[in-house]
């Protein structure tokens, strides 16, 4: 049986998982919160926490943002009326953008 193919991420979304992972991990300890009593406060199982601990991109992010925001970790430098602000903006300007993106037919004259 073929083994699934193992999907590449940049250097930066790399990083940035390591980085969030350990302020998580962190932010749990020095709140002396157990993995177990984490997992159970955000809704997820104990092995879920220790994926989200060691960085692994393929974690739900509802599920990394609910444990971040539970042990303190602001993940936008936002407090939550400008975030609110943000997401009414956002959402007046999707509405005047198009529902689906297509590729255009035209090829693109680019020799100067």
């Known amino acids: ?21 350990q302020m998580i991990k962190r932010a749990r300890i020095e709140r002396t919160l157990t993995t177990q009593e984490l997992a159970d406060r955000a809704g997820i199982s104990r092995g879920l926490l220790q994926r ?9 992010i509802g599920a990394v943002f609910e444990v971040a925001a539970i ?12 975030l609110a ?8 300007t999707l509405a005047l953008l198009p529902k689906s993106v297509r590729p255009s037919g035209k090829k693109v004259e680019d020799d100067f």
């Open 1 to 21: 049986m073929p083994k699934p193919s193992v999907r590449a991420y940049s250097h930066y979304s790399r990083d940035a998982l390591v980085l969030l992972s």
């Open 85 to 92: 602000t943000g997401i009414s903006a956002n959402t007046s």
């Open 52 to 60: 989200i601990e060691k960085g692994d991109p393929g974690c739900a």
């Open 71 to 82: 042990v303190g970790i602001r993940l936008f430098d936002a407090d939550k009326a400008t």
